[in-house]
Each structure stands twice: as structure tokens, then as C-alpha cells.
């Protein structure tokens, strides 16, 4: 017999893989609806700047080549152009475009309007979910939008 403390770890671990199920099957539908892979949005939603593209592979846990093939697929449809590093001329960066940082803003919204949370948790709900991610992912970035909501709750 399983004690207590592991029979709720193992229903954790059945929510959360439910909840990786629904995000996927969310990403899909809107790599659908948009005509690219899921791949292409991830990109485009981790193109917060002008970002190397050993960088990006790194964020998306990918091969170099991948991004070079994700670097390719952004320019062709002229979402995003490669240029040098400042620093390091040997260094590539993509940078998104005009037309990049448009579809990147339609595809996040798409999918945060589409997300569980935004459609079963109140806002403290989703700043707490948020601490308690970060909390268990070690090297994740603090969310400045759950710690000003949470300095919100704490003052009001």
C-alpha cells in the first residue's frame, strides 16, 4: 500500500502530464489554424530580442542545425533577418521583424486566450501556479508580472 504522501505525488504526477497533453493539443491546433509547426511558434515566442542563435538552441533545447533550418524558415517568410552579433561579428543573432514581432503577438495570444489557466484560475491562482513552477524549476527567471501581481495582493 502506497502511503499518503506518494499516492499525492503520484497525482501530481498524473495532472501535470494531463495539463502537458492539453498545451500541446492547445499548440497544435494553433500551428494549424497559423499553417506553421509548433516548432516555429516556440521560436518565435522565445525571440525576446535580438537573440544568438547558439542562444535560441539553447532555449529551445534543440541542435544548432535545427535553428538553422528555424533561422531559414523565419527569413523566408520575412519574420525575421539574421545579423551580427555587436560583440562578436562571428556570431549570428535573429532578429525579428515588423511583420515577426506581429505574428509573434498573434500567435501568444491565441494560445494564452486558448491556456487552462487563463480559463479555470483567478489572477491570484495564476501568480501563485507561477511561484510554484519557478519553485521546482531550478534556473527558471523569476515572472515580473506574478511578482507585481503578488506585491499588488500584499499591499491591497
Excluded at 6 to 35: H, M, N, T, Y
Excluded at 39 to 57: R, S
Aim: net charge negative; proline share 6%; aromatic share 4%.
Amino acid at each position: 500500500m502506497r502511503s499518503a504522501e506518494d499516492q499525492l505525488d503520484l497525482d501530481v504526477l498524473d495532472a501535470v502530464a494531463g495539463l502537458l497533453a492539453r498545451l500541446i493539443a492547445v499548440g497544435e491546433q494553433a500551428s494549424k489554424e497559423f499553417g506553421v509547426p509548433p516548432f516555429f511558434m516556440k521560436a518565435l515566442h522565445l525571440l525576446d530580442g535580438p537573440l544568438a542563435m547558439k542562444e535560441l538552441g539553447q532555449r529551445m533545447h534543440c541542435d544548432p542545425s535545427f535553428v538553422t533550418g528555424i533561422a531559414d524558415m523565419l527569413e523566408e517568410r520575412g519574420l525575421a533577418v539574421r545579423e551580427p552579433d555587436p560583440a562578436d561579428r562571428r556570431v549570428k543573432r535573429l532578429v525579428l521583424t515588423d511583420a515577426g514581432l506581429e505574428m509573434k503577438r498573434l500567435v501568444e495570444d491565441v494560445v494564452v486566450a486558448r491556456s487552462p489557466w487563463r480559463q479555470a484560475l483567478t489572477l491570484d491562482e495564476r501568480a501563485a501556479l507561477v511561484g510554484l513552477i519557478r519553485k521546482m524549476v531550478p534556473g527558471e527567471p523569476a515572472s515580473p508580472a506574478a511578482a507585481e501581481h503578488g506585491e499588488a495582493l500584499k499591499v491591497g
